[in-house]
């Protein structure tokens, strides 16, 4: 099957970096309860949801990827205080689209730093010591250990789900 070009980028880059992952093929999901339900061994809590937000921070505004458990939802207020982000709003599946190359809603994978984004995570995915997400495609997802996240990604860290 032919994924989007982020998928075998994500693959190239973990394998460079020595991080051990499984990936899943699978029917197109775009929600996490339904990839929860396709992803054999992997529970809601443990899928990282990956949002592409507008904010201000310094005046600036710039998009942002901000990254919380499957069965969790941001909160603006959290993030805001936490990180001195002010004026949030989603991106439009346009602006996504054009940030990411064209990855539909629903595939975005949480590694921000592949699109030139800051990314900002809830502490609580962290709690597991596996996370999935899809990678670049409705279809596709990859699983992998929390802490090599971490390493790749190199996100800010906060209390930012309700």
Known sequence: ????????????????NGINFDTFEHEPVRTSAEASKVRTGYSIEQGAKA????????????????VVPGNKKFDKDKLK??????????????????ITSGVEFGGVPPLGNLFGLEVYVDRALL???????????????????????IKIVEPKLGDISC
């Open 51 to 66: 949002l592409i937000t507008r904010v201000k921070k310094d005046g600036e505004k710039k998009f942002v990827m901000i």
């Open 81 to 98: 205080s936490e990180f001195g982000l002010s004026d949030v709003r989603f991106a439009t599946e346009n602006e996504a689209s054009e």
């Open 127 to 149: 709690e597991n010591e596996r996370i999935i997400f899809n990678a670049g495609d409705r279809s596709f997802s990859l699983g992998m250990r929390s802490e090599d996240y």
């Open 1 to 16: 099957m032919k994924y989007h070009e982020v998928t075998e980028k994500i693959q190239t880059l973990l394998t460079q």
